[in-house]
């Protein structure tokens, strides 16, 4: 038996091994990582810290919900569960942003096999009939800063509140593109009319998902088979056939 018979059946005995105590993951890899899974990883997503977390440009500000002027309130259209405050665009400004980056170096091992999912939602509005605009963007870098994947949500229109002053709920989702070893999060506020930048968001959110345990036996014992399979194709093709020289 040479050295690849062995490996094989080795690799074999161990997978059915684990697979009769259920604690083998995709791969054999179990994952430990600095970003959580399953939660929110925004800091600070719903300006309940003013603007803790984020790095602003502009006039780019928060409000208490219910501020004069014509501003959000507590019954406007908007998250149920909404806090004190909200992200506005601010005062004499057609244009205003903040931008939060989260590292997601101790992830790579997970994110390189391409089994971590992406949600990313938030509410975003305006006011009344003007049509100035909020938008999120995330963009998955990696080491050297190169965005491999982004996705932008927001973007609702005076048509899309019935010309009412508020924010709804946008979402979109994905998978984390492999090699990503960090997000840049941007909030943009545009104005498109008046004076004051009227774009409003509020519970912003970026929830990766955990990567999928393989717990049940016959799974595994699949997955053996399958290696096996492979490893015998590869043993037959090296025996010479009959007659050559």
């Not at 440009?57 to 149920?80: H, V």
């Not at 942003?97 to 997970?110: C, Y």
């Not at 932008?152 to 509140?161: E, F, K, L, P």
């Amino acid at each position: 038996m040479n050295l690849y018979e062995r490996t094989v059946k080795r690799l074999h005995r161990w997978l059915l091994s684990s697979a009769l105590l259920g604690t083998v993951s995709v791969f054999g890899c179990t994952a430990v990582s600095a970003a959580p899974y399953n939660v929110n990883i925004i800091i600070n997503p719903g300006a309940e810290s003013d603007l803790a977390g984020w790095i602003p440009s502009g006039a780019f500000e928060t409000l208490p919900y219910g501020t004069s002027g014509g501003f959000p309130g507590a019954g406007s259209p908007g998250p149920s569960d909404r806090g004190e405050r909200f992200f506005s665009g601010g005062p004499n400004n057609a244009a205003s942003s903040a931008t939060q980056s989260i590292s997601l170096a101790d992830n790579a091992s997970d994110i390189d096999l391409g089994v971590i999912a992406f949600e990313l939602s938030g509410y975003f509005g305006g006011f009344a009939s003007q049509n100035d605009w909020a938008a999120l963007t995330v963009s998955f870098r990696d080491a050297g800063g190169t965005s491999l994947l982004s996705e932008t949500i927001g973007n609702v229109t005076a048509s899309d509140r019935g010309n009412i002053t508020g924010l709804l709920f946008r979402e979109t989702s994905g998978f984390v593109p492999a090699f990503t070893r960090d997000v840049l999060l941007t909030l943009n506020m545009t104005r498109v009319s008046g004076i004051y930048n009227d774009g409003y968001a509020d519970n912003l959110s970026l929830v990766l998902s955990s990567p999928q345990m393989v717990s049940e036996p016959e799974t595994v014992v699949v997955l053996a088979m399958g290696l096996m399979a492979l490893g015998w194709a590869r043993i037959n093709r090296k025996v010479p056939p009959a007659g050559s020289a």
